[in-house]
């Protein structure tokens, strides 16, 4: 048996190539330090204390965000994880006023909607909470996945189809942490249809947003999430979210708590920022005077901080679908009480009176022509829905020019109330709504003024056939207006356009005026933010017109006068808020 030469050399080592790009670290080097990785304490600190800090923000300052920051931002997202290094990532930067204003609507129909399903105390909360992000912030950024690749072309998406998804997640995390290490908040929103908001910013099938981020300075800088401080849920423990090895047979975690048990432009961000600052001068706390103080914001902000007080417009028309059974009054009450109204003494007028408002009263197509009545009357015959158009094109363009010019006039005044009068137009107006929101006759159409069963059901035969009559559809408000609607509604759209674009916040009452705004919003979109809800009526199409338009109601007194009473009793209140806004106790 040999033995080792102990005279033999030794073997030589050799050095150990080192690359010029990539990883230059050897397995002894890493064996060697297994934490020298790290990037040291002060980066670690700095990461915890971003993580830490970052806040879904709901208020913004109205000042610009420089491209070279909104770049930053746009940067960070773009360096997220992607599976399979995939980056479906699309980041849809949005600066357009018009976009902004339409998208802002679709997340306030989605907030009421989602309100109705949750407990009465959660939903006053929700409905308590400042979402007006999309408006205030000065950058909106969609961030959309494109899915287009089939999973199997995509290298560890095969499996977890959904992984492109998480890839867009981790991208808007790391633009969450980027916006706000530089000072920026951002919110997500995501009070959306998908479809909807897809349709809006024009994606092709196959590419999903992600829902709708908030890029701004912050008007607010809370020490804690929002929807915690509000006693909305709270953080878990870590324990109870941790398991070890895998998911026990029993004693499992709870489930997740869920809260789901139950071109006109909006004004300016630079108002709506002011008119935040002007309540949070005041002595009492931020919010305390809840929807309240929502809607003075919204008033304040469109220019009327100033304002002490206002006009009822009151429109009046008669509707040939009156003859069809559907209303339990003879027409030639519509003329009874506009000539009242012209008297001084109809019930919608004298309630402006008594609010300090002043009025005007129009006849749009009174069968019988009201004396004293500013005239408004279109040549032509009208139809009664069923069997013809109720107006004709030229009609309807005639009505609304009249309808603008009226608006712009009465804005002089301050507040633009709505108001209307026609036997039989319940019936017009809940056609409308079916039209303009998808709706179900037989479960829209309510009891109007003194109808009973057998009239419901007659009113609810005769819409449906009408609709089926016109096709009428949302994304042709002119032929909708002609095919099923009335000369006070024409009219009453246009004075929303008016008044809006004098810069004077309109104030809603019952079903028939807010279909009006829904219609003239459809025409101009950045009309919501305009507006202002009076109250909430007994008329079952109502509520879903005003969650169409993204709006809650100021009051639910249960009317159905019509006339224009419940918006000068919420402008009443609106103006006695700005005067409490302009006489009360302010801080530093």
């Not at 990461?47 to 770049?71: F, K, M, N, S």
């Not at 357009?96 to 399903?117: G, I, K, P």
């Not at 007659?458 to 096709?471: F, P, Q, W």
Request: glycine share 10%; hydrophobic share 45%.
């Amino acid at each position: 048996m040999s033995t080792p030469d102990e005279t033999a050399p030794t073997s030589q080592r050799w050095a150990r190539p080192i690359p010029k790009i990539g990883d230059t670290t050897s397995s002894a080097a890493r064996a060697a330090d297994p934490a020298g990785w790290c990037l040291g304490d002060q980066v670690q600190q700095g990461l915890d204390a971003a993580i830490d800090a970052r806040r879904d923000i709901r208020r913004y300052r109205h000042d610009d965000v420089p491209e070279d920051l909104v770049t930053t931002v746009l940067w960070a997202g773009h360096r997220a994880p992607s599976v399979g290094h995939s980056q479906p990532w699309r980041f849809i930067v949005v600066r357009d006023a018009d976009t902004r204003d339409r998208a802002a609507v679709m997340a306030d129909r989605q907030r009421l909607r989602q309100a109705e399903l949750l407990t009465p105390d959660r939903r006053a909360r929700l409905l308590d909470l400042q979402l007006e992000g999309i408006r205030e912030a000065p950058v909106g950024i969609v961030v959309a996945c494109d899915r287009r690749t089939p999973a199997s072309g995509v290298l560890g998406r095969n499996t977890f189809t959904d992984a492109d998804m998480w890839s867009c997640a981790c991208a808007v995390e790391n633009m969450w942490l980027t916006a706000r290490a530089h000072g920026l908040g951002m919110g997500w929103v995501t009070l959306f249809e998908p479809e909807e908001l897809a349709a809006l910013l024009g994606l092709p099938e196959g590419v999903e947003t992600l829902g709708w981020l908030c890029l701004g300075w912050p008007d607010e800088r809370p020490p804690a999430p929002g929807l915690e401080r509000r006693g909305w849920s709270r953080r878990l423990p870590l324990s109870e979210v941790t398991l070890a090895d895998r998911w026990p047979a029993d004693g499992q975690p709870d489930s997740p708590i869920s809260a789901l048990r139950q071109t006109l432009h909006s004004p300016d961000r630079h108002r709506v920022v002011a008119a935040h600052d002007d309540a949070d001068q005041l002595l009492t706390p931020p919010g305390s005077l809840g929807l309240l103080d929502q809607t003075l914001d919204r008033v304040e902000a469109a220019g009327g901080a100033e304002i002490t007080g206002g006009t009822l417009v009151l429109v009046g028309a008669d509707h040939p679908v009156a003859d069809l059974g559907v209303t339990a009054f003879d027409p030639t009450v519509t003329h009874d009480v506009m000539a009242a109204s012209v008297a001084g003494t109809g019930l919608g007028v004298s309630t402006a009176t008594a609010a300090g408002l002043s009025h005007l009263v129009i006849d749009a197509g009174v069968a019988q022509p009201v004396a004293g009545a500013r005239s408004m009357r279109v040549p032509g015959r009208r139809g009664d829905l069923l069997h013809t158009d109720a107006m004709s094109p030229t009609q309807v363009e005639a009505l609304l020019r009249d309808g603008q010019a009226l608006g712009k006039e009465a804005a002089e005044a301050g507040l633009v109330c709505l108001g209307e009068v026609g036997v039989a137009n319940t019936t017009v107006a809940t056609a409308l709504a079916c039209a303009l929101a998808d709706l179900d006759p037989k479960k829209a159409v309510g009891l109007g003024a003194g109808s009973d069963t057998a009239m419901v059901e007659r009113k609810a035969e005769v819409i449906t056939a009408a609709l089926a009559r016109a096709h009428a559809t949302p994304d042709d408000p002119e032929h909708l207006l002609a095919a099923l609607g009335g000369p006070e509604f024409v009219v009453l759209a246009g004075v929303c356009l008016g008044a809006a674009q004098t810069g004077s916040p309109i104030v809603l009452d019952g079903l028939a005026t807010s279909i009006a705004a829904l219609i003239a919003a459809t025409l101009a979109p950045g009309l919501h933010g305009w507006l202002v809800a009076s109250h909430v009526s007994r008329e079952h199409a109502h509520q879903a017109v005003l969650a169409e338009l993204g709006l809650e109601p100021l009051m639910a007194l249960r009317m159905r006068a019509g006339e224009g009473v419940g918006a000068c009793l919420g402008a009443q209140t609106i103006l006695t808020g700005l005067q409490v806004r302009r006489t009360a106790a302010r801080t530093h």
